[in-house]
C-alpha cells in the first residue's frame, strides 16, 4: 500500500514558506500602519459627512486619499495608530483622477515610501492597509489579480477613465478608500479606492503620471487638464491601409462637441485619429494621457484617415473645465 503520510522534511518546508510569508507581511504593516492615517471628513455643518483612510506622503503634513473620501466637505479630523489626532483641510481634490491632497496640522509625521506600479506583476503579493467600517489599522493581503484596468469616474458632465488600475483579491471594505496598497517591500503602490465586489478590489496606481497629479494638487490645488472634445475609441484599419498609413488602427471619431478645439481644428465625425505630434494613437486612453497641462494652448499636428487619405490638421487643445 502506498504511503501517503507527509514527511518531515515536506512539513519543515511549509513551515519555511510560511514563515517567510508570515514575516514579509508583518514587516510591511509595521512600516507602513503608522503612516495610515483614519479620517472623518465634516460637512458645512459641521456634521461628519464621510470617512475613509488617508496615507502620510510628507514629514510636514500632506496626505494622500481619494477624491471621495473628502468630496462632501473640506476638512475634518485625523488619527493615527499612535493615538495622536490632528485636523485637516483639503488642500486639493482631482475627481477624475479619485485622487486627493489633505493637510494636516501637524509635523513629524512619519511619510510612507511611493513605489511603482507599473513595476507590479500579476501574481505579485500586495498588501492593503485602511480603515475599513471604522476599525482602525487593519490590515489585508492579496496578490494584483490583474493590471491595466479602467474605471470610469465622473466630475459634474465630464467623464473620464483612470488607465493601469490595479485590481486586487485583498479584502477591501467601505473605509478602506484613500488607505495604501503596498508592495512587499512596503512602498505604497496604490491607494485603495473602489470594492468592485466579493475579492475584487480597486487601486489608483502610483506611477508617474499620478505622481504629477498629486504634486500639482500639492501646488496648485488642481490639476489641468487639456481636452479635443471629441467623443471616440478604437477603430481596427482595413488591411489595404495599415501598410499605407503605418498604423493597423487609431480613434475612430464619433462625436465632436460644437466649438471644441477638434471643431476648430477641422476634426470631423468619422474621421480615425492616427497620431498627435507623431504620437500614434489606438485608443481613447492614448489619447487622454496626451492631454496634460503642457498641451494646453499650444498647436498639435493630428493626423487622421479621412476617406482613404490621411489629412494632416493643426489642433490647439484647450483646459478642460470640470
Request: no cysteine; charged share 20%.
Amino acid at each position: 500500500m502506498t504511503d501517503l503520510a507527509q514527511g518531515p522534511d515536506a512539513a519543515e518546508d511549509d513551515d519555511a514558506l510560511l514563515d517567510s510569508y508570515s514575516r514579509t507581511v508583518t514587516r510591511v504593516a509595521e512600516s507602513l500602519l503608522p503612516s495610515v492615517a483614519s479620517l472623518q471628513v465634516t460637512g458645512g455643518s459641521g456634521r461628519v459627512a464621510g470617512s475613509g483612510s488617508a496615507v502620510i506622503v510628507t514629514p510636514d503634513g500632506f496626505l494622500v486619499t481619494s477624491a471621495h473620501v473628502v468630496a462632501a466637505g473640506r476638512g475634518g479630523q485625523a488619527a493615527l495608530i499612535d493615538g495622536r489626532e490632528f485636523e485637516f483641510e483639503v488642500v486639493g481634490r482631482d475627481a477624475l483622477s479619485d485622487l486627493a491632497v489633505i493637510r494636516g496640522r501637524a509635523r513629524d509625521l512619519p511619510a510612507a515610501p511611493l513605489g511603482d506600479a507599473d513595476l507590479l506583476r500579476v501574481g505579485q503579493l500586495v498588501v492593503a492597509i485602511g480603515n475599513p467600517l471604522g476599525f482602525a489599522g487593519s490590515v489585508t493581503t492579496g496578490v494584483v489579480s490583474a493590471v491595466g484596468r479602467s474605471l470610469p469616474t465622473r466630475s459634474g458632465a465630464t467623464s473620464r477613465v483612470i488607465d493601469n488600475v490595479i485590481q486586487t483579491d485583498a479584502a477591501l471594505n467601505p473605509g478602506n478608500s484613500g488607505g495604501a496598497l503596498a508592495d512587499s517591500r512596503g512602498r505604497v503602490v496604490g491607494i485603495n479606492s473602489a470594492v468592485a465586489g466579493i475579492g475584487l478590489g480597486l487601486a489608483v496606481p502610483i506611477n508617474a503620471t499620478t505622481r504629477r497629479i498629486l504634486g500639482a494638487l500639492m501646488s496648485e490645488g488642481r490639476f489641468r487638464r487639456a481636452y479635443l472634445g471629441i467623443v471616440g475609441g478604437h477603430r481596427a484599419l482595413p488591411p489595404r491601409l495599415t501598410s499605407q498609413v503605418g498604423r493597423a488602427a487609431g480613434v475612430g471619431v464619433t462625436d465632436i462637441m460644437a466649438g471644441s478645439p477638434a471643431a476648430e481644428g477641422g476634426i470631423r465625425v468619422k474621421d480615425v485619429i492616427l497620431d498627435v505630434d507623431g504620437q500614434p494613437l489606438e485608443n481613447s486612453g492614448d489619447l487622454q494621457r496626451l492631454m496634460i497641462s503642457d498641451a494646453i494652448g499650444r498647436p498639435h499636428i493630428v493626423r487622421v484617415l479621412r476617406d482613404d487619405e490621411i489629412v494632416e490638421l493643426r489642433v490647439i487643445p484647450a483646459l478642460l473645465e470640470e
